[in-house]
């Protein structure tokens, strides 16, 4: 079993920025890939960005180049870096983890992300 905390979410203006963390615990060796999506109310949850066990990233069209994953040296805790942000980046941000043949297999409890126009 692994464990996924998030924590750095709250309130902000339209064009700041906000850094989430999220902390792994228990099994990680079963982690392969690591990831941070979001739901917003009444919409699909959708994924926001992902980092690799090799440190590749990739990112939704709609926060590239604003946002910024990153994981610490030995891969934990994993980071969203998220700069200029707007009002349609308001939802609750998950972290995930991925686990060899099964998807995004453990999650966080989620963090809110508020931005205020």
């Known amino acids: 079993q692994v464990q996924l905390v998030e924590s750095g979410g709250g309130l902000v203006q339209a064009g700041g920025s906000l850094r989430l963390s999220c902390a792994a615990s228990?099994?990680?060796?079963?982690?392969?890939?690591m990831g941070w999506h979001r739901q917003a109310p009444g919409k699909q949850r959708e994924l926001v960005a992902t980092?690799?066990?090799?440190?590749?990233?990739n990112y939704a069209d709609s926060v590239r180049g604003r946002f910024t994953i990153s994981e610490d040296t030995f891969g934990n805790p994993v980071y969203l870096q998220m700069n200029t942000l707007k009002p349609d980046d308001t939802a609750v941000y998950y972290c995930?983890?991925?686990?060899?043949?099964?998807?995004?297999?453990?999650w966080g409890q989620g963090t809110q992300v508020t931005v205020s126009s």
């Open positions: 980092i690799t066990s090799s440190g590749k990233t």
């Open positions: 228990g099994s990680i060796f079963e982690i392969n890939d």
């Open positions: 995930a983890a991925e686990v060899p043949g099964h998807g995004w297999h453990y």
